[in-house]
């Protein structure tokens, strides 16, 4: 079945360094969402990138979209204490009766002040 | 304002003794869904509803039981609880399909003993 699959597991920086996740599904996918949980709450929604080769930005945060979709990536640029957290990306896995989410393994980010 | 609310968020139980997790939200979702959380697996998808009286199976929905009577409400029902249920649950609603973007309930942390 479809698998989205997140690099790294963990990473540790310092602020003020620089972030990257990296998110890569087996199967094409329509869309990627992103979302941030913070430690000891929920998933908050933060992007969704639809077109292939797409980038948007959030301030610090740039998002990417893979010319074959997929694949996706998020860049923190000069992480702060509030960028703590794990980061997921999600996939819909849709077709025929079928309307799932398919979550990639996430990346839990610390950053170290 | 607009949110998804769970209950309980914290239930510790027996193994085999029922219980039923409340999710409930006051958008107009017609998409709503339940997850589990566990360490190094991320989230997966239990059970999803398109809409009133329609609900499909997740990846992960093997002892588990959904209904969706009225459009705010979609309880995880569990009828004999297991230890390898232990987890992090949440319950989630978007405004039509898995390719919108989700708002997640605050979780229910679940021990079976």
């Known amino acids: 079945g479809q698998q989205v699959m997140q690099i790294p597991q963990y990473q540790h920086v310092q602020e003020g360094e620089d972030f990257t996740t990296y998110c890569n599904s087996s199967?094409?996918?329509?869309?990627i969402q992103w979302y941030k949980q913070r430690p000891g709450g929920h998933p908050v929604f933060l992007i969704q990138l639809v077109k292939s080769g797409e980038v948007k930005k959030q301030k610090r945060l740039t998002f990417q979209f893979g010319e074959a979709k997929k694949n996706s990536s998020l860049h923190i640029t000069a992480t702060q204490t509030t960028d703590v957290g794990t980061y997921f990306c999600a996939g819909p896995r849709r077709g025929g009766a079928t309307n799932k989410l398919i979550f990639g393994t996430g990346t839990l980010l610390a950053v170290q002040p | 304002e607009a949110q998804v609310t769970q209950n309980p968020r914290y239930l510790i139980t027996v193994t085999g003794k029922k219980l039923t997790v409340t999710c409930s939200q006051n958008m107009n979702h017609e998409y709503m869904s339940w997850y589990r959380q566990d360490p190094g697996l991320g989230l997966r998808q239990i059970y999803y509803?398109?809409?009133?009286?329609?609900?499909d199976k997740g990846d992960v929905p093997e002892g588990y039981k959904v209904s969706r009577k009225e459009k705010r409400n979609f309880p995880l029902i569990l009828e004999s609880p297991s230890p390898n249920q232990t987890s992090l649950y949440f319950c989630a609603s978007s405004q039509r399909t898995s390719a919108d973007e989700q708002f997640f309930g605050p979780g229910t942390r679940l021990t079976v003993l």
């Open positions: 199967t094409t996918l329509s869309n």
């Open positions: 509803s398109m809409n009133v009286e329609v609900t």
